[in-house]
């Protein structure tokens, strides 16, 4: 059970660290974020909408995983969010003629098949997150007995 409790905050830890990093990245480098979203086959039409939006829905994740009462929330938007990235680099990968990296810092030095892993693992870290808190849901909610 211990085991469980650490593994589940060393998972938050590494997602609420993810999201701000990559939130506030974007949010300090918006005019580029923006361009490049803007050069992306497949999310042309809507880059201004999603470059609006994605970076405080990235900090608002992380605020969820931060409170106890909300972590389940923020997991499953974890996932959520990781599964369509994951996917979303995939498509780019195998249908794109052309890679605009809209990511920064850290993030920007890996190739697009190392960040589709990096997003994969994230993807996975996030489900088992949803299974670890799950688990210690359902153990601190079961009712204890008490023997006379």
């Known amino acids: 059970m211990r085991f ?10 590494l997602l609420i660290i993810l999201f701000i990093y990559t939130g506030l990245n974007k949010m ?3 005019t580029n974020f923006k361009f490049q979203l803007g050069r992306s086959p497949f999310i ?6 999603i470059a609006a939006t994605l ?3 990235e900090i608002l994740v992380a605020t969820l995983l931060v409170f106890k009462p909300t972590r389940m929330l923020g997991l ?4 959520i969010l990781m599964a369509l990235f994951t ?13 605009p990296c809209s990511c920064g810092g850290v993030l920007a030095v890996l190739s697009w098949k190392d960040h589709l892993i990096f997003n994969g693992v994230f993807t996975i870290i996030s489900l ?7 688990k210690n849901n359902s ?5 204890t007995h008490k023997i006379a």
């Open 44 to 49: 042309q039409s809507m880059s201004g909408f």
């Open 87 to 99: 996917g979303y680099i995939w498509l780019m990968l195998h249908y794109a003629y052309d890679l």
């Open 4 to 13: 469980r409790k650490i593994s589940l905050e060393i998972i938050v830890a």
């Open 28 to 30: 300090l480098d918006y």
């Open 128 to 134: 088992i997150g949803i299974l670890l808190q799950g």
């Open 76 to 79: 499953y938007a974890s996932f």
């Open 139 to 143: 153990i601190t909610s079961s009712p």
């Open 55 to 57: 970076p405080a829905g």
